[in-house]
Structure formats: structure tokens, C-alpha cells
């Protein structure tokens, strides 16, 4: 795992006069998820243009950015899936580099994806435990016999917690609401996530008093201990949720604001680049 | 191992209760519902359609000649078909399992006619012939899905060059003649019938469908197939080893076209370098006639029984009412694009 380099982290080279609030670094606390450096490009874009980032224990993170910004390209760095240019992720302080995202999964880096990935004509619980099916104990086990009822229960469990109604775990993701279909992968996400959830926009298909049950969930799994990295477009909740907002234009981190200090029209005005236009011609 | 967090994360019981289901305004009319439930046993009605017509056409459809014939005629579709499900429901396709129950039926006669001459025991022999056929078909499709996998070259492809390649090499067996030399266990078991009316080479086919059957509804890897083509991006995030798996897939098609070749060995009770041309249409045909979607994660091992059925009642049912053998090929066309078309008004109906 580890490369030629240190495995030290190095504190984050980024411009500390940016945005009115670095990173709440408690005295020796090491980030659980980290990324310094992380470039990225597809073909001739330049998705990600020098990335640095710190996640603590605890914490709910904004992630915001105009469209195009980068912020799912950084989520599918960080849960695996997408292997960066140049950059190193560290995870508790170690280096780690991710040849999939079942190497994350395995630390407990879970993630709700943008698209959702869920296998459209897969019930609601087999999509849940995809991967990490449990089988039956027994001679059974040694063919791979699916608990199906055992999973079937866990999933309702799981479900239960995102608060927003699926008929039946049996039926196939296919069949149900967006709304569902994104409390699945939120669900499975919150079950499966023992370090850190990257949520890239898991509130975009429902409705407000969903987006709020989500929202709730966040600050609980938080309150837990395992933070949680929340990209959304829904600003007001992003500065009552968040304990920090992280902002990216153009692939590059420019401001990292503590909602407690600032207006969600502060959020925007960096969101749009017009924060760092006014801060340049100052 | 993946840690699953306690259930503890549960928002404040202050949060509004959820809205009652069936409540929703968008909610689907009840008839939609029963479309969906109807759906995946029309196929069922279709067969009872044609025995209804058949039986009324010629009341000979009723007798244990006409059963048995039709038993017959789909031992080597069903085990093709079996295979041949796995396949399409990762998104594949295999075009050479047709070839492959050729080859491994020659490459296994021929062997057995050598063992025999040299003077082997016929036991030993038939278990060597049934093992090598299935080794061989089992290598075949493993070798298909490890070029479909890492070459990245489409299954189409690949398992058409198989065909075209596997298909020839029969007539390099035994100089290209049948092979009649065979121990007596094969055409016993090509002749047996469990209490008359159940021909061992059908028992074999059936029981191998409830087995890979299970296999693929109940198991973990039958639920990765799905998965694989259902959505392969979501496959691999989920952590399933795509390439692997799919190897596997192809590996299945082909010992069961080893397994075949064996059958239809058993049946002619000589291994011919003809066996098998164009089976792998007649397979494909019935697993989407059985309600399989060539995009993959869709279809059920019951639906390719039934599939297989239909058209083994379709050949055996137009000969009893004496109509010409090439008008099967029509109707059993006519009835692969019926049947996916009545798939696609049935799926549009699912997304309203
Ligand atoms: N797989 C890809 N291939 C080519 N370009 C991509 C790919 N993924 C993302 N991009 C490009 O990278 C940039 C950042 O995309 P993305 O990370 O999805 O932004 P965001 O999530 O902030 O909207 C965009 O210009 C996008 O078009
Ligand atoms: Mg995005």
C-alpha cells in the first residue's frame, strides 16, 4: 500500500487565509479521511486541480459546488472507485490507495452514490447486501444458500431508520419511487458505514419533509461518531446540517466555511466564484 | 469482514410519522398490479393455449407416444437453455453452445471407442466419456469468458467465433464419421424410461433444471448474476469480482453442452459430428420465449422450462396435425418476436 512516499500526512498546503475557518483540528486529532494533493482528469477536463480535505470523527461536512465542480469525481476518489492522478488519500492517518471500492467498503467507507447504483430488478434487500449477501449456516453454506429471510429483516431494520416508507423489501428497486429508490442507497449506506459516509447528493429526488428525515439521520449517524462528507444543492440545509462547507469551483478547493460564522448567501457567493473574484480584486 | 453498525441510529421520535402508505397521489390503478402478477405466468397460458389447440386439432397430443416424443425432443434444449439462462441474465449471449454439445459428444466417443478397443471396462469408460465432456465443455466456456472478460470483446463475438471454430473441429474427429462403438451403459441410458413414461435422458435434463434452478434463485451466485446484468457498475462497487463471475457464467453454458452432447449421444446411441447445429437458437429462443430480456437481469429458470416446452410442443404438435416441418421454423419465430413484444408492452406497462 504504502509508495515511495512518507506515510506521514502532511498538513494541507492549501492557502489558510481562504474562507474564515480551517478545519476544526482538534489538538492531535487525526482526520478519518483525508485527501491532499488529488488531481484528477478525464482526458483533456481537469476535474480535480489539487485537492486537499479533512474529515474528522463526528463531523458532517458540506461538499458544494456548481455543477461540474468535481464533487462526485472527489467522492469516487475516496470511496474507490475512481483512481486519482496524482494525490494520496489517507484514512486514520495512514496512506491507503484504493484499487476498488470494495477496498474502501472494507474499512467502512461507505458511500451513497449519485446514480444511486442500485440493480434496478433486484428486491430492496438484495440490493442492501449486494456484496455482503449472508448465507445460511449449515452444509447449505458451502453452496451459498441465501439467509433470505434473515437479510429480508435486517433490511426492513435498515429501511426503517431512513423513515420514509418502501412497501415491501421484496419488491424490485426498479418498481419503486425515486424518493425510495434513494432511501435504499441512503439505508444501505447508514447500515453498512462503520468510518465514514460520503453522500453525494442523497436528497436530490425527495420531497422536503424527506430531505429533513435524511437530514435528521445525518446528524445522528454523526452524533455516533462516523462522520459524514454531505454534497448537496439544498444550501439552507446544508448550513443548518453542517459543521463545516467545503467548496469547490473548478476542481479546486476555495473556501472552507463554518456555518456558524457565515450566511448561506456567503455559501453562494463562493458557490458562483463571485467570493473569489471579490477576494482577488481585493 | 464488513462491520454492520448496531441498530442504533434512529432519528428523534419527534420526527412527523410517515405518511400512511397508498396514500400517495401517484399511486398505480389496482389492474396495473395484477398485469405485473399475471405477467410472469402468461407464458404458462401460452403453453396451455397450444396443448388446448394441438389436443383438439389431433386427441393422438393425449397419448404416451406423443409425451414421450415430446420429452425427447427437448433434453438437449433444456440442458442448452439451462446455460444459456445464465448467460443472457448477465446481459451475454453464448452462440457456440450449440457446437460445443458437438464436439464434446465426438471428442468424447471417440475416446470411448478407443478405451473400449484397448480393451477398458464399459463402466470405466461411460464415467471417463461423461466426465471428459463435461471437462471439455466446461474449458470451452471458460475459455469464452475469459476473452469476453479480459480482452473486453463483446460475448457476441467471441462466442461466435467458438461456434464457428468449435463447430468445425467435430469433422477432425474420427475422420469426420460417427462413432458407434460405444459402451452398452450409454444406450441404456439413451433407452431407459422411469416406469415407462419417463425417459432417463429427460430425468436427467429436469433434475439438472431444479439444481442450476436453485442455483440461480437461492444462492449467492445466482443472485450476483442478476446483479451483473442488471447493473454491472452498481456489481462492481458492490464489491463482486464482475470478470470472475462471469467466467463462471460461461463455464456453466458449456459443461452443460458437455453434458448435452452426452444426452444426445445416449439418444442416437452414436456419437455424430452433426449433433448440435444450430441448438444454440432453438436454446436462445426458448429463454426468451420463457420471459429472459436480452439486456440481462431479467428472466427465471421456470419461464425457460416452459419456453423449452413450447417449442418442443411446437415441432412434436405440428407433425401430429401433419404440417410441414419447415413451417415450425416460422411459428417458432413468429412466436420469439410475439413473445418479446408482449415483454416490452408488458414492461412498458410496469413503468406507468
Ligand atoms: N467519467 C467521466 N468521463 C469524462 N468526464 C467526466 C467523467 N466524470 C466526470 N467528468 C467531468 O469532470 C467534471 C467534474 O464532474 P463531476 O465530478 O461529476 O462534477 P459535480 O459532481 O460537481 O457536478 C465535469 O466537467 C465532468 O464533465
Ligand atoms: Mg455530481
Known sequence: MAGPMADEMPEPPGDQALGPGQAPRGEGQVPVIAARGVTKHFGSVQALRGVDLDIYAGEVVGLVGDNGAGKSTLVNILSGGLQPNSGTIFVDGQRVSFSSSLEARRLGIETVYQDLSLAPDLSVWANIFLGREQTVKGPLRLVGWLDRKAMAASAEADLERTRIKIGSVGSPAGRLSGGQRQAIAVGRAVAWGSRVLLMDEPTAALGVEQQERVGELVSSVASQGVPVLLISHNLPQIHRLCDRVVVLFRGQVVANLRPAECHVDDIVSWITGAALGARRSA | MPVRLPAAFSPPASAPPARPEGA??????????????????????????????????????????????????????????????????????????????????????????????????????????????????????????????????????????????????????????????????????????????????????????????????????????????????????????????????????????????????????????????????????????????????????????????IISLLVTGLVLVNVNGSWTEVVTGIIIIGAVALDQVRLRLAEL
Not at chain 2, 425427447?72 to 453464448?94: K, P, R
Not at chain 2, 424410461?193 to 436453485?214: K, N, Q, R, S
Not at chain 2, 452433426?274 to 428472466?299: C, K, M
Open chain 2, 24 to 309: 400517495s397521489p401517484g399511486e398505480r390503478p389496482a389492474w396495473l398490479d395484477l398485469v405485473d402478477r399475471v405477467g410472469d405466468f402468461w407464458i404458462v397460458g401460452v403453453l396451455g393455449l397450444l396443448v388446448l389447440v394441438f389436443g383438439l386439432l389431433n386427441t393422438q397430443l393425449f397419448t404416451k407416444g406423443a409425451w414421450l416424443s415430446i420429452s425427447n425432443f427437448s433434453v438437449e434444449y433444456l440442458l442448452l437453455a439451462i446455460g444459456q439462462t445464465f448467460v443472457i441474465l448477465t446481459g451475454g449471449i453464448d452462440l457456440s453452445d450449440g457446437a460445443v454439445l458437438g464436439f464434446t459428444g465426438m471428442m468424447s466417443g471417440w475416446v470411448m471407442q478407443g478405451m473400449l478397443n484397448s480393451g477398458d471396462s464399459s463402466l470405466l469408460t461411460t464415467i471417463v466419456g461423461f466426465a471428459l465432456a463435461i471437462a471439455i465443455g466446461f474449458l470451452i466456456g471458460a475459455a469464452n469468458g475469459f476473452l469476453i472478460t479480459r480482452l473486453k470483446l463483446p460475448p457476441f463475438i467471441v462466442t461466435l467465433g467458438s461456434l464457428t471454430a468449435v463447430g468445425a473441429a467435430p469433422s477432425l474427429v474420427n475422420g469426420g464419421t460417427e462413432v458407434s462403438t460405444l459402451p452398452p451403459q450409454i444406450g441404456n441410458i439413451g433407452n431407459g424410461a422411469v416406469g415407462g413414461w419417463i425417459y432417463t435422458t429427460f430425468l436427467v435434463a429436469v433434475v439438472a433444471t431444479v439444481v442450476f434452478g436453485l442455483f440461480l434463485h437461492r444462492t449467492r451466485f445466482g443472485l450476483r448474476t442478476y446483479a451483473i446484468g442488471s447493473n454491472g457498475l452498481a456489481a462492481r462497487r458492490a464489491g463482486i469480482n464482475v470478470d470472475r463471475h462471469l467466467v463462471w457464467v460461461y463455464a456453466i453454458s458449456g459443461l452443460l453442452a458437455g453434458l448435452a452432447g452426452m444426452m444426445v449421444m445416449a439418444n442416437q446411441a452414436v456419437a455424430s459430428p452433426l449433433s448440435g447445429q444450430n441448438d444454440e437458437l432453438d436454446a436462445i429462443a426458448a429463454v426468451v420465449i420463457g420471459g429472459a430480456s436480452l439486456f440481462g437481469g431479467r428472466g427465471h429458470m421456470l419461464g425457460t422450462f416452459v419456453g423449452t416446452m
